[in-house]
C-alpha cells in the first residue's frame, strides 16, 4: 500500500515570499491532517480535514496560512507571505474516519527554511 | 497547545541497554499512543494503550499507562543502534478530533 505522498521536500525561500506544500493522503483515507513541527519540538495541528471539509483550523494562522481539500483527496497548504518563523517541517498526515482509536499514517514532511 | 510531556528531552544510552521514556498528560483520555521519528522523516506509530489496560507489550516495546497520575511509559529493551530516534506520546481528547502531541524523547544508542 503507498503512503502518504507529500512535494516539495525541502524548500528555501526569503520571507514574504509566498510557498505551497502538496500532499496525497492513503487512498481511501478520509481524514487529512497538516502539522508543523518546530525544531526540538511536537507537532502542532494547524488543520485537519474530514473529506473536502475543514473540522478544525483553530490553530492555523489565517492572516497567511490556507489550506484546500479539494475533491477530499488531495490537499495543498499556502503560506503568503512567509515569516521567518515559519521554518519547520510540515506534516502531512492520514487516517481511514477519524475514530477514537485510529493511529495517524504520516509523510516525510516538507522542510522549509525562511531566510 | 501540547496535552503530553515527555521526560526525559534526550536520553543516550548504549547498546543492549533498556530505554525507559516517560509522557504525562493533563486532561482526560481514552486512550494514549507512542510515535517514533527517525531524523528527518515522518512519524510512525510505535501501540496504541487504551485507558482501561495497565500494560501492553509489542515486541521489544513495553507501554504502562496510569490515569490516576495522568502518566505514561514507554519502554524499549535490549536497545539497537536502530532504535536512535525521537520518541512521542499523543492523546485525542475525543472522536473526531486530531491528535495531540508531547514535545518528545530523543533517544541515541551508541553501539
Known amino acids: 500500500e503507498a503512503g502518504v505522498a507529500q512535494s516539495p521536500r525541502y524548500k528555501i525561500i526569503e520571507k514574504r515570499q509566498s510557498v505551497a506544500f502538496w500532499c496525497n493522503p492513503i487512498?481511501?483515507?478520509?481524514?487529512l491532517y497538516w502539522y508543523q513541527q518546530i525544531l526540538g519540538q511536537g507537532p502542532k495541528l494547524l488543520i485537519q480535514f474530514q473529506n473536502n471539509g475543514v473540522v478544525d483550523d483553530s490553530q492555523l494562522p489565517k492572516d497567511r496560512f490556507s489550506a484546500e481539500r479539494l475533491k477530499g483527496v488531495d490537499s495543498t497548504l499556502k503560506i503568503q507571505p512567509a515569516k521567518l518563523e515559519d521554518s519547520a517541517v510540515y506534516l502531512c498526515?492520514?487516517?481511514?474516519?477519524?475514530?477514537?482509536?485510529?493511529?495517524?499514517?504520516f509523510g516525510s514532511g516538507t522542510q522549509l527554511s525562511v531566510l | 497547545s501540547q496535552q503530553g510531556e515527555e521526560d526525559p528531552q534526550a536520553l543516550s544510552i548504549q547498546e543492549g541497554e533498556n530505554a525507559t521514556m516517560n509522557c504525562s498528560y493533563k486532561?482526560?483520555?481514552?486512550?494514549l499512543q507512542w510515535y517514533r521519528q527517525n531524523s528527518g522523516r515522518g512519524l510512525v506509530h510505535l501501540i496504541l494503550i487504551r485507558s482501561n489496560e495497565r500494560e501492553k507489550h509489542s515486541g521489544r516495546l513495553r507501554v504502562t499507562l496510569d490515569t490516576s497520575k495522568k502518566s505514561s511509559s514507554l519502554l524499549i529493551t535490549a536497545s539497537r543502534a536502530a532504535d536512535t530516534a525521537s520518541y512521542f506520546c499523543?492523546?485525542?481528547?475525543?472522536?473526531?478530533?486530531?491528535?495531540?502531541f508531547g514535545k518528545g524523547t530523543t533517544l541515541s544508542v551508541s553501539s
Open positions: 499523543a492523546t485525542r481528547r475525543q472522536a473526531g478530533t486530531a491528535l495531540i
Open positions: 498526515a492520514s487516517s481511514l474516519v477519524g475514530t477514537l482509536n485510529e493511529k495517524l499514517f
Open positions: 486532561t482526560s483520555i481514552n486512550n
Open positions: 487512498s481511501g483515507h478520509a481524514t
